[in-house]
């Protein structure tokens, strides 16, 4: 049906520059997007996913593309946030698992007193803590089975780049 050719299927207006939702791209996140791509992954699940086929309109007026890459950019800058935050709290969460761990260890060996392993991390970074400059993550361990990464600051060890990246902006974010 032809009855909606010169209507914008996102604000319904009449549109007189409008572009193809199935074959035209738009430019987001520095790359090259489909139309329908953007409409597909920003619309509630609930409504019924695009159909080239169906009778509604076919394409979209400039200023909606214009809002739906932004509403596109946000909905991925949103997952990705989220994502990084996901990996934090588990680290976090292992972290605390770990020290809890060591706790309850540490009073099962005062009671039975156990051989101390000779497994003494290096210091590092500390000039960057006396003159509070920002501190980096380093990668000064040669074991693979523990912590690759220390903060410069407290010292707390991590398994990645990316979570003492975290702890540092987190934790130390006043400093």
């Known amino acids: 049906m032809d009855i909606f050719e010169s209507f914008c299927r996102t604000c ?23 139309i329908a791509d953007m409409l597909a992954s920003c619309l509630p699940a609930s409504l019924p996913p695009l159909d080239p086929e169906d009778d509604y309109p076919k394409q979209i007026c400039r200023i909606c ?21 996901n990996v934090a709290l588990k680290f976090e969460q292992r972290r605390r698992r770990s020290q809890a761990s060591k706790s309850q260890s540490h009073t099962q060996t005062q009671t039975h007193p156990v051989e101390p392993k000779n497994e003494q991390l290096p210091t590092v970074l500390a000039e ?12 000064e361990f040669s074991s693979d089975s523990g912590p690759a990464f220390k903060c ?12 003492c990246k975290f702890h540092l902006k987190f934790s130390h974010k006043d400093l």
Not at 12 to 34: F, K
Not at 65 to 85: D, I, N, R
Not at 128 to 139: C, F, I, M, Y
Request: net charge negative.
């Open 152 to 163: 410069g600051f407290c010292g707390e060890c991590f398994y990645t780049e990316k979570a």
């Open 65 to 85: 593309v214009k809002k739906l890459s932004m509403a596109y950019e946000f909905s991925h800058q949103w997952l990705g946030a989220h994502g990084e935050f």
């Open 128 to 139: 960057a803590v006396s003159t509070k400059r920002a501190a980096t993550p380093t990668n």
């Open 12 to 34: 319904g207006n009449e549109c007189l520059e409008s572009l193809s939702i199935y074959n035209e791209c738009a430019q987001v996140l520095d790359q090259m997007v489909p």
